[in-house]
């Protein structure tokens, strides 16, 4: 077991050493507020009157805020690594998703937060296409997190359904309620 883990974990370091980890180009924003663990806002100070702007991490799902106590840890970790920052927002194929957000890999002083988030069992790795440019490195971040029992994967508290499958049930609930 342990060797399959040190090759799995040679493996992973490879095919993310492989990738490109500097953006090519992006925005330079500011992080207002963290709304979960996979958005943030950042003021659009180009409008008449500057409004907040939701940003969607691509290529992670955060566990559901209401999920416990994962929601809330994801969030605060996010909050911890980039509230106040300046971060670089790199875009891909698809700019918005179907609530309007922008969709962004969020880079901080070199860092993938994406991947980061993965990594650290704080969010799944979830392909949003065509938006795939980091996809292997996510899934790749996840499999670590999985492996090491970090956050979600902690053998000790797993999360038990995915985000999707918690807010449909939680919808389910209040409907019949």
């Keep these: 077991m342990k060797t399959k883990i040190i090759y799995l974990l040679i493996v992973w370091i490879f095919f993310t050493g492989c990738q490109n980890s500097n953006p090519r180009s992006g925005k330079i924003i500011r992080v207002e507020r963290v709304v979960s663990g996979q958005t943030i806002e950042i003021t659009d100070r180009s ?19 209401r999920q416990k106590p994962w929601g809330q840890e994801a969030r605060t ?13 790199e875009f891909d194929v698809q700019k918005k998703d179907k609530f309007d957000r922008q ?26 296409f ?6 292997e490195r996510l899934a790749n ?23 999707a499958q918690f807010r449909r049930e939680n919808l389910k609930n209040r409907l019949n309620n």
Excluded: F
Aim: aromatic content about 6%; charged content about 20%; glycine content about 6%.
């Design 141 to 163: 971040a996840q499999e670590k997190a999985r492996l090491m029992g970090r956050g979600i994967w902690n053998p000790e508290r797993p999360m038990r359904q995915t985000p």
């Design 77 to 89: 970790q996010l909050e911890k690594l980039t509230l106040g920052q300046e971060v670089l927002l």
């Design 47 to 65: 409008a008449a009157v500057p409004i907040l702007e939701p940003i969607r991490l691509i290529g992670i799902q955060a566990p559901d805020i």
């Design 103 to 128: 969709l962004a890999y969020i880079w901080l002083n070199g860092k993938l937060i994406n991947e980061y988030m993965a990594e650290e069992g704080l969010a799944l790795a979830e392909p949003y």
């Design 130 to 135: 065509p938006n795939n440019k980091y996809t």
